[in-house]
């Protein structure tokens, strides 16, 4: 449904099956490859390309960097000339860097080629969440955002597995992957049914208008909101729970990816439900009470005493997340007109990977002080405090 159309026309099918939407998921799923894909082929790089354990991880951290400069940058062009502009030459990219890693045999070109294809992805998971605002209004819009979370999710859960089994051939399988991007692009460049924006604002006036809307107390809210969820995502969740099981309850490689399979696929499921969940309550509520299930899941993972229970608080953290996710992104997409939506939302994404960077580095100063299980108590006192901010300052 375009923002012209009202709540009051019936949709004929289920909103997941609108062709433009499931092209954007598409789109999500190539902005998630990247890293997901490969990571289960790190030992095997280490071997063949005769590297050191250490050295390894500067294949996530090289295609993750370009985004904290382009992301911006891409979302103001993307306002300026049109979104198909923007994303088909980095679907493009993406797919022919991804492929030469593929015939890389040194680990320098190979990191040359990981920059160039984070380059392109720098666009990919903000650009789609602005189409989504664009085609998209009300609980459609929440709906939408809700879908492509859980396609999101089902994508983080599903690459890893799908990177291993390349990886059983040979290190730089999972490089076969990335060409899957030129249909994707050949599909927004002809069957996508965007509504483009005009661009035709003076320079200083579109960031002038940009920036008001990004001051709004509204809007800081949830960036804040944003923020501090990748905080605890990845420097609580992702970081220290793994520590958890495997140093505490012994648990092996295997069992520990299985639990936070569970959290993913809750995560997906939750999502999907975020157009029902939108037509009952405010997105106000929706987010205070995400950051509740988080800090409850947090502080029943550091209480329980067997691994076999385990899944509980973690499937309560996913329905945390599944909710929380989804719901800034449908909001902020709310707060800006399609004219400065791409840069309004690639803020956000700029936002996210601040606190994918610093939450590790912020929880690792706690557990050096309070230990594994204090890493749990402050994130879920960071939630607390975030749902009490929501109460206080979103009416």
Not at 346 to 362: D, E, F, H, K, Y
Request: proline share 6%.
């Amino acid at each position: 449904m375009k923002e012209t159309e009202t709540a009051a026309q019936p949709r004929r099918e289920p909103l997941y099956r609108d062709p433009n939407l499931q092209i954007i998921f598409g789109i999500t799923l190539i902005g998630v490859m990247g890293v997901a894909s490969i990571t289960p082929a790190f030992p095997k790089v280490v071997r063949e390309l005769g590297i050191s354990a250490h050295s390894v991880g500067l294949l996530i951290s090289v295609f993750t960097l370009p985004g904290v400069v382009l992301t911006p940058i891409m979302g103001v062009l993307a306002d300026r000339f049109g979104r198909k502009k923007i994303i088909v030459p980095s679907l493009m990219l993406f797919a022919i860097a991804g492929t030469a890693c593929w015939f890389a045999r040194d680990f320098r070109h190979l990191l040359v080629l990981r920059f160039f294809q984070g380059a392109a992805a720098a666009s990919l998971g903000s650009l789609n969440l602005t189409l989504i605002g664009d085609l998209y209004s009300g609980r459609d819009r929440a709906a939408a955002m809700g879908y492509n979370a859980s396609v999101l999710s089902i994508g983080t859960a599903s690459y890893p597995a799908i990177g291993g089994l390349l990886a059983v051939v040979g290190w730089n399988y999972p490089f076969l992957l990335p060409p899957v991007a030129i249909p994707v692009g050949l599909l927004v460049l002809f069957s996508l049914k965007s509504n483009e924006p005009k661009g035709d604002q003076r320079l200083k006036d579109y960031f002038g208008n940009v920036w008001q809307h990004v001051k709004r107390r509204s809007a800081l809210v949830f960036f804040t909101a944003s923020l501090l969820t990748f905080i605890i995502l990845y420097g609580t969740y992702f970081t220290y729970l793994p520590l958890l099981l495997g140093t505490t309850f012994g648990a092996s490689s295997l069992i520990i990816g299985l639990l936070m399979s569970v959290m993913s696929l809750t995560t997906a499921f939750m999502s999907s439900q975020l157009g029902r969940l939108a037509s009952r309550y405010s997105e106000r509520n929706l987010l205070r009470v995400s950051f509740v299930f988080y800090a409850a899941g947090l502080v029943l993972i550091s209480f329980t005493p067997k691994l076999w229970l385990l899944p509980v608080p973690v499937i309560i953290f996913g329905i945390g997340h599944g909710v929380n996710v989804p719901t800034i992104h449908s909001a902020l997409a709310g707060m800006a007109p399609r004219d400065y939506r791409g840069a309004f939302l690639a803020i956000n994404g700029m936002v996210l990977r601040l606190g994918q960077t610093l939450g590790p580095l912020l929880m690792a100063a706690v557990f050096a002080i309070w230990g594994v299980e204090g890493v749990f108590y402050a994130g879920a006192a960071c939630a607390l405090g975030m749902s009490a901010l929501v109460t206080l300052t979103i009416p």
